[in-house]
């Protein structure tokens, strides 16, 4: 679960709160464990909102050091609370299973929705920048309202 905040004038966003409980099975070590988990979070965190490889028109790498590559550091970083479900491995060893690149599999998509419901678009296209927020909240002004989702049987009124 994510929780951020966007400046709805500027598109920038702040990952506040971050909230993640992944099932590794027994945890062998669990301070390690948590901080897989911990890392896995920064890591997708960043590399949803930050994150990008630009190229010029002659396809020359124009952030090639990570002064110009954009990683997230810890004060970018986002509260984190992380736990583990209750669970055992038959097959694992002492009753363990994965916690590597498992971890990131559900941040960006969690930090994507977040953003798209503090703004009301969805942003497809990584990284989520501010510029690439504001684009799209400009396009749905232009666009005007939506159309009406047609209702379902059980929403229609019954006609006697």
Request: with cysteine; aromatic share 6%; hydrophobic share 35%.
């Amino acid at each position: 679960m994510c929780e951020v905040s966007v400046d709805l004038d500027t598109g920038k966003v702040d990952i506040e709160r971050f909230t993640d409980y992944h099932d590794c099975g027994t945890p062998i070590n669990p301070q390690a464990a948590e901080g897989q988990v911990e890392g896995a979070i920064v890591m997708g965190a960043g590399e949803t909102i930050m994150e990008g490889v630009e190229f010029d028109e002659q396809g020359q790498l124009l952030n090639p050091n990570l002064k110009a590559y954009l990683t997230m550091t810890i004060k970018d970083a986002p509260e984190i609370f992380s736990g583990f479900v209750d669970s055992y491995e038959p097959r694992g060893p002492f009753g363990a299973k994965e916690i590597g690149e498992g971890s990131t599999l559900p941040v960006l998509g969690a930090v994507a929705h977040a953003i798209a419901n503090a703004t009301g678009v969805w942003v497809k296209d990584l990284p989520i920048t501010p510029e690439k927020i504001l684009k799209a909240m400009r396009e749905k002004k232009e666009a005007g309202p939506a159309p009406e989702t047609p209702k379902t049987d059980e929403q229609r009124p019954a006609l006697v």
